[in-house]
């Protein structure tokens, strides 16, 4: 399988691309390689692998080879990469990870989900952004905080038809649609241990502490408490989903599998400091 991959898309102009026998591209076949950059669109330069010479025009976005407007480009949204500079809040979007283009900034430490044809991004002091595409971004009208209480949100995650973001201090705010939220919360961080993580699976929500503390939901309104990680002497910094599973993951400790929240298998094969994607 090229994943729609060609000599082209790789830089050539034209040619057979194919597999070798570890999986990685054989492009002994592919030919002429293209002048990218001389300011003219020469045979077989696309927007894919010559950007400089064939880039796409204001209002237009790179997808698969092609130009398309901006608003064609909703249906990409389940394939879509959104990637944000943590501290300066800087967007770049793609169809494919090789071609990004530059999306409306938002604010530093934001932490984004996408559901049912929506991107939502919340900002530490609460603020809420939705965008149906990942480059452009509109406020919600809608804050997060009251006029006489902080809110600080950790992470976002989407599921059963809900946004869910929960905070360092355990408030859960619960939204369809990015605009109307509705409050929930977790039992108390205890000391100097807080909330930090929310993931869905298996049709249930999963939270967890930096220390270890776990809770589950089916709704994001009523939680109960799971069954705590280990204390390792650090914090559990990771916490995903994927495949009917749930993995919260230390620096230097191994990581840790559960289906339910209840039932944990720890596992140390993997080196210390390793990150883990689904």
């Not at 990409?76 to 071609?99: M, P, Q, R, T, Y």
């Not at 140390?268 to 990150?275: A, F, G, I, K, R």
Request: charged content about 15%.
């Amino acid at each position: 399988n090229l994943n729609a991959k060609t000599c082209i898309t790789q830089g050539y102009a034209s040619g057979t691309l194919s597999c070798k026998s570890d999986c990685t591209f054989n492009e002994s076949q592919c030919v002429a390689t293209l002048t990218c950059g001389n300011g003219n669109i020469d045979s077989g330069e696309t927007c894919s692998n010559c950007p400089a010479d064939a880039g796409c025009a204001s209002g237009e976005v790179c997808s698969n080879g092609d130009c398309i407007e901006e608003s064609a480009n909703n249906n990409l949204n389940d394939g879509l990469f959104v990637a944000v500079s943590f501290h300066k809040g800087d967007v770049l979007v793609s169809s494919d990870g090789i071609n990004w283009i530059a999306g409306t900034s938002l604010p530093p430490y934001s932490q984004i989900s996408y559901g049912e044809g929506l991107f939502v991004a919340v900002s530490p002091n609460g603020e809420v952004r939705t965008s149906p595409d990942g480059i452009t971004w509109t406020a919600a009208g809608t804050s997060l905080a009251s006029a006489n209480e902080r809110y600080d949100p950790t992470d976002i995650t989407y599921g059963n038809g809900l946004f869910v973001v929960v905070s360092y201090l355990g408030k859960i705010m619960l939204s369809p649609d990015g605009i109307t939220w509705t409050a929930s919360g977790l039992s108390p961080p205890i000391g100097d241990d807080y909330w930090q993580y929310v993931v869905f699976e298996n049709g249930l929500f999963l939270a967890t502490s930096l220390k270890g503390k776990v809770m589950t939901s089916p709704d994001g309104v009523a939680w109960t408490e799971g069954t705590s990680l280990p204390s390792i002497g650090e914090t559990w910094d990771q916490l995903i989903s994927g495949n009917g599973l749930f993995i919260v993951r230390s620096g230097t400790n191994g990581h840790m599998i559960s289906p339910d929240g209840i039932t944990w298998i720890a596992d140390t094969s993997l080196p210390p400091y390793s990150q883990i994607s689904y």
